[in-house]
Structure formats: C-alpha cells, structure tokens
C-alpha cells in the first residue's frame, strides 16, 4: 500500500476549528482532523453526535453555516461552491442516496464525470468508452448492468444505492472519499465489494473518510486512525482498538473528555 | 344560401341565444379567462399590417392511407355535402361549461380531417403510426380533427402543431376542436406537441369517447402564450377502459390553461391524469384536473397528480385536483405538490461536479421526461416520436432565456 503522504502544503485534507450550525441550533462545535493520501480514518459516534452533519458540512451542504477551516489539497474547501469541491477530488456517499426520475444513470454518471473532466482540462469520455468502464464497474460491484440505464437511483433498493454509490466512487477516483454508512443495506458480497475497492483505491492514494457503526466492517478496513465523535468534537482519537472498545462498551459507557482531542 | 352557410350563421346566431362568452362566472375558467368572442369568430378589429398572410396545409398526413388501414377525408365545410359528413356522428354543442368554444368552432370551421383507422390482420403487428402536422391556415381558424379507431384498432398518433416557416408574423387565434372514438379494444398512444407563437391565442378541446376495454395514452408538451388553453374530456363508455395522460406545460410570463376532464361512465374503469408546470417570469399556468365516478360506476381507478415549480420570477401555478364520485367502491388517490425544488437531488448532482444551473436543468428535464413516459407508457416510444427532443428544446428555452416580457393584452396583428 502507498504510505500516507503529506502534500508539499500539507495533509491531504485538514479540518480544523469546524464549527456547524443548523437553524440555530449547532451540531458541531470545533472538529479537527485531518487524513493523509491512502489513509483511511474512521468516525464514530453515537447517533445524532454529527457524523453525517460533519460529511455534509465538507461538501458543502447549503443548509448548514459553516464556520472554522478545511483545506484539500491546500485549498480553501469552505471557500468553494459544492461542485468546485467534487471536481477539486471530494466526494460524498450518501447515508441516503436520492432519486433523479427521468434522468438515467449512465448519463447522470458520464455527464458529472465529463463535468470533473473538463474541470482538469481533461478531454470528455465518450459514451462508448464510459459504457465499458460503467458495465465492469457494475459487475465487480454486484450491481445488475440494467440499472446504469434504469432513472438514477429510482425504485433501487436500499443495497442497488449503495453499489450506485461505489460505482460512482471507482469512476471518479476521488482525491478523499466521506462514506456515510456506506455499508446500511449492503449484502455480505456488497461489503466484501466495498472493501476490495477501498483497499484498491487507497493503493492509488484516495483517502477515506469512513462514518460507520460496525466493527466487523471496521476491522476489515483496516483504518489508519479510529475517531469518536462526541456533543460536536472529536473525543477520543485511535487506533482499531478504541473502535472495539467503543462496540464492547458502547457510546453512553464510553468517558467524554472536558476538552476535544486537538490534531486528531 | 346554402345549408352550410345557414348553418354557421345558425351557430353564431346560438353562441349570442346562450348567453354569449360569460366564461368568469365559471369556475374553471376563473383563473384564466378566455378572450372575448370576437376574437374566436374572427370579428375582432385587425389594423393594417405588412405581415404575409398565413397560408399553411391545414392538416397534413403520413403516411396517408397506410397499409391501407387508414381512410382520411380532407372535407371542406363551406360545402353543404362535406360538412355534413365532415360533422356526422359528433355532438351538437351541449349546455356545459365550453359551448360557447363549441358554438364558436361551428360559427368559423372551414375544413376538417376525418381518419378512420382500422385493425391489422396480424394482431402482433407494431401499431400504425401516424404523423399529424397541422400549418395555420388563416389567421383566425377554427380546425377539426376527427379519429375513429374501429374495434381492435392499435395505433401512435404525432400531433404537432407549427407555424408556417415563411413569412408568418402574424399572431394566430385557433380554436381546435378533436373527437376521438375508440372501439372496444382499440389502443392509442397520443403524442402531442403545441408550442404556439408567444401571441397566440390557441384553444384545443380534446373530446373522447372509449368503448370496452380501449386504452388511451396522451403525452402533451405545452407552451404558454397570450392565451392557451389545453382541454381533455375522457368519457369511459365501455367496461375496462383506461385513460393515462402526461402532461408538461411550460410559460415564461405567458399564459396556459390545462382542463382535464375524466367522466367515469363504466365499471372498472380507469383514469390516471398527471401534470408538470414549471413557469417564471410573470407567468399564469392553471391544470385543473377533475374526475367524475357516476353513480352505478363499480370499481373505477382514478389517480390525479398535479405538481408545479416555479424555476424564476413570481409566476402564478394554479394546481386543482378534484374528484366527484358517485360511488362507494372507487379508488381514488390524488396530490399536488408545488413550488419545490428537489433541493437534496439538486445538492447530490451539484456534489458529484455539476454546476448548479446544469444540476437544474438535469433534474427538472429528467423530472419532465418523466412526465411525458408516464403520459405515453413506453419510454422507447417517447424517442421514436421526437417527445424527448422537443421536451428538451422547449425546457432548455425556457431555463436559459431571460424572463420575456408579458405579452401585450392586444395583438398587434390579426
């Protein structure tokens, strides 16, 4: 595996002083860390803590105030409209992946990555080239081919959205991945998909962002870092071991500290 | 004075006995008031103009006469004999809410198409398909269309509606009248296109009578314009009929009036009427979809769906679903929903590197497109008859222009 690197500027991507609010209400406090190209860092946390909020926040979700830093690459993430940040190499899984009726999928997929492409200077794919790349990617994730021309996500099952989202993530080759419970719904041969493609990309150098409940998934992962999440900062930062305490334990057992853990 | 002048005078003659053009007073009509008689029977003051005048083919046909299944007479109805046979069969004019359109379209019809189409030998054969295009013949004009689909009878008609590409400047007012017959078992898709001139004053009443167990498919793309009214009357005849229709209806600070009509007349029938407006600008856009179950009526399916979005400005979407039903064992589902952007499947398009206006435009013509597979049943169909092409032409107009400017109350020509 390529070893975690350090961008010239820095890491891959940084998050520091985070600080979200929805409605007045706020959600996150002050979240900081940060994740190196092939790493992978798992978030816990019991429900509600801000998991998805903290995913959603990096993309850029428009209901969210944002406040604190985070930088890809060196750049100013919070500073980019939500497509600058996909095309700048972040890319969000959907804990719940939305339908577009009337718009296929292998359209819907070809035209955002010809939007990426074009971003980079890079010259469109063509429909034919986009089609193969689409059918192998089905099929090494489970996904039945019929559903790339089937409207996106629309009547997909729970597991369908889930591969549509894995597949999305091999075609991209983001820079960092956020998978928001990216395994909900998923079959033993989809986790065992999700896992070979995660390895495969953090070989190439994609980092990962995982949010996820389950320790057998987390184990199989092998995560770089482990992260809980708690009241909207990071409370306790490690390795695979606080991810199985934290399951043997459970979130309410688990001593929030007075203060977060600051350079997760 | 021959039969048929006396009997367009007769008609002017009982367009003024019924109380004339008192359309406020009605409530389907509320929100989008037709213009004044006049303007339909031709007698409106036109001021002198350059403009060439309209000279289209009226209806045209293709294939005509295909396999020989189709017979098509052209009639004129200024000739006594033709007249008669071109209005043979059809209602006179009733008491109900559009006499007065009906009245009207007899007061001016000059020409007309009747198609009779008949069933393939080989009932496993594709269905006809039949290319209407329909050219203004005159500036003020009252067409009509009659199809009677025998028993068994499948067929896709294409029904578009353009302006003569030379010279034409004028506005046009058209009042259309369409009577569709389905014997038993026939089956019809309907694609139909009306993208009038922003001046135009256009009303097309659809009238459709379905025996046993015919089915009845309609996509239609409407545009706005100065005035613009869509009305589809659905009487279920016979047992085990089905009528599905999809609707999109667009205006940039136009006017369009959608009138959905479904009269439950027979057992188990069903009806299932949807509609997308999106409008902007100072745009007015009514669908006013009601369904009647008569009493008797046993089992009927009716499913009303009404969604409108305004995409820019302070458009008014007037959505009315509504249900009348005469009997206890009916299923029955309808909704509206209005003004709301998916703003999430706006977000995710967005999160995976597509700008927000082309994320918009994805989604609202995917919404669309939705639409009009719904309306015709058959998603290949849809490409085969242009639906997805021209749906995206209109859509693209209408996201990317900016607001026109509402059209003047008075047209400057015609």
Not at chain 1, 99 to 110: A, H, Q, S, W
Not at chain 1, 234 to 243: P, R, T
Not at chain 2, 250 to 271: E, F, K, P, Y
Request: include cysteine; hydrophobic fraction near 45%; aromatic fraction near 4%.
């Amino acid at each position: 595996m390529k070893q975690a690197e350090k961008t010239a500027a820095g890491p891959l991507l940084s998050v520091r002083g985070l600080r979200v609010d929805i409605a007045n209400k706020r959600i996150l406090r002050s979240v900081d860390f940060e994740v190196d190209a092939g790493e992978l860092v798992v978030v816990m946390g019991a429900n509600g803590s801000g998991k998805s909020t903290l995913a959603l926040a990096l993309a850029g979700h428009p209901r969210y105030e944002v406040a604190g830093s985070a930088s890809l690459a060196g750049q100013d993430l919070l500073a980019m409209p939500v497509e600058a940040r996909a095309r700048a190499g972040l890319f969000l899984s959907f804990q719940a992946p939305p339908d577009i009726p009337g718009v296929k999928n292998n359209l819907f997929i070809r035209t955002a990555l010809n939007s990426q492409r074009a971003s980079r200077g890079e010259a469109e794919i063509d429909a034919f080239d986009f089609l193969g790349q689409a059918k192998s990617g089905a099929k090494r994730l489970g996904l039945p081919e019929t559903m790339l021309g089937r409207p996106v996500n629309e009547g997909f099952s729970g597991g369908e959205r889930k591969r549509n989202e894995l597949l999305q993530l091999s075609l991209f080759k983001p820079r960092v991945a956020l998978l928001d419970e990216i395994d909900s719904g998923l079959d033993v041969d989809g986790v065992r998909a999700l896992v070979e493609l995660i390895a495969g990309m953090r070989q190439e150098g994609t980092a990962f962002v995982v949010v996820s409940h389950y320790l057998h998934l987390i184990e199989m992962l092998e995560p770089t870092r482990v992260l809980r999440l708690h009241e909207g900062c990071i409370a306790e930062s490690g390795d695979l071991e606080l991810a199985r305490s934290i399951t043997s334990q459970g979130f309410a057992a688990a001593a929030a500290p007075a203060a977060a853990v600051a350079g997760a | 004075m021959n039969t048929a002048r006396a009997e367009t005078l007769a008609a002017r003659a009982q367009l003024l006995e019924q109380g004339g053009w008192e359309f406020r007073r009605l409530e389907a009509f509320r929100f989008v008031p037709p213009p004044a008689a006049a303007v339909w029977l031709g007698d409106e003051p036109c001021g002198s103009c350059d403009a060439s005048p309209l000279a289209g083919a009226g209806w045209t046909l293709h294939p005509v006469g295909a396999a020989g299944l189709v017979d098509a007479r052209w009639l004129d109805a200024s000739d006594s004999t033709q007249r008669a046979a071109l209005f043979a069969g059809l209602p006179l004019p009733g008491d109900d809410a559009v006499a007065p359109f009906a009245w009207a379209h007899r007061a001016l019809c000059r020409q007309g198409l009747r198609l009779r189409v008949a069933a393939a030998a080989d009932a496993e054969a594709p269905p006809l398909m039949l290319q209407l295009r329909h050219l203004p013949r005159e500036t003020v004009e009252a067409p009509l269309l009659v199809v009677e689909l025998e028993p068994g009878a499948r067929c896709v008609i294409v029904e578009t509606h353009e302006r003569d590409a030379v010279g034409c400047s004028r506005d046009l007012v058209q009042n259309l009248q369409i009577h569709l017959r389905l014997g038993q078992g026939a089956r019809l898709q309907h694609w139909r296109q009306v993208e009038p001139a922003a001046g135009d004053r256009i009303a097309h009443h659809l009238d459709l009578r379905l025996g046993a167990g015919a089915h009845y498919a309609q996509a239609l793309l409407a545009v706005g314009s100065a005035y613009h009214l869509q009305r589809t009357q659905v009487q279920f005849d016979g047992e085990d009929a089905t009528a599905q229709l999809g609707s999109v209806l667009l205006a940039d600070a136009q006017q369009l009036d959608q009138q959905v009509r479904m009269i439950h007349g027979a057992s188990r029938s069903t009806s299932t009427a949807r509609a997308l407006a999106l409008a902007r600008g100072k745009a007015l856009v009514a669908s006013d979809q009601y369904a009647h179950v008569r009493p008797g009526v046993e089992n009927a399916d009716i499913h009303q769906h009404l969604a409108g979005i305004p995409t820019g400005g302070a458009p008014r979407l007037v959505m009315r679903p509504q249900l009348e039903i005469e009997n206890d064992a009916v299923q029955a589902a309808h909704g509206t929903t209005w003004g709301r952007l998916p703003e999430e499947s706006i977000f995710f398009a967005r999160q995976r590197g597509l700008d927000e206006a082309t994320a918009l435009s994805l989604i609202l013509h995917g919404m669309a497109a939705a639409e009009l597979e719904r309306g015709l049943g058959d998603e290949a169909l849809c490409e085969t008859v242009g639906a997805r092409q021209a749906l995206e032409a209109a859509l693209t107009r209408l996201l990317s222009a900016a607001p026109a400017a509402a059209p003047a109350t008075e047209a400057s020509h015609g």
